[in-house]
Nanobody
Framework: QVQLVESGGGLVQPGGSLRLSCAASGSIFSIDDMGWYRQGPGKERELVAR??SGANSVKGRFTISRDNSKNTVSLQMNSLKPEDTAVYYC???????????????WGQGTQVTVSS
């Protein structure tokens, strides 16, 4: 079985920073794309950032990075705004065997609230 566990959410003031982390564990042969989605109140789930297996980080206001040796993906969020308030979900496209198709696995979600 495969499990993704997130950590790092919480309450932060506008302009502040938070770092989310997600660790994949279990029967993992390889991990392709990893990334983060979010779903705000009354909104549809949207892609925040994704990173391919060959990249270490993708920088922006939100910087996504991964450590392939630890099967982890992180999201460094800076200059946070109230509209960034949402539940953040990590995902990973994982193959459990050499000959299996990659499937998307999801974390349980972590709440990020940006408010003064």
């Amino acid at each position: 079985q495969v499990q993704l566990v997130e950590s790092g959410g919480g309450l932060v003031q506008p302009g502040g920073s938070l770092r989310l982390s997600c660790a994949a564990s279990g029967s993992i042969f390889s991990i392709d794309d990893m990334g983060w989605y979010r779903q705000g109140p009354g909104k549809e789930r949207e892609l925040v950032a994704r990173i391919t297996s060959g990249a270490n980080s993708v920088k922006g206001r939100f910087t996504i990075s991964r450590d392939n040796s630890k099967n982890t993906v992180s999201l460094q969020m800076n200059s946070l705004k109230p509209e960034d308030t949402a539940v953040y979900y990590c995902y990973a496209m994982i193959r459990t065997r050499r000959d299996s198709v990659g499937l998307d696995y999801w974390g349980q979600g972590t709440q990020v609230t940006v408010s003064s």
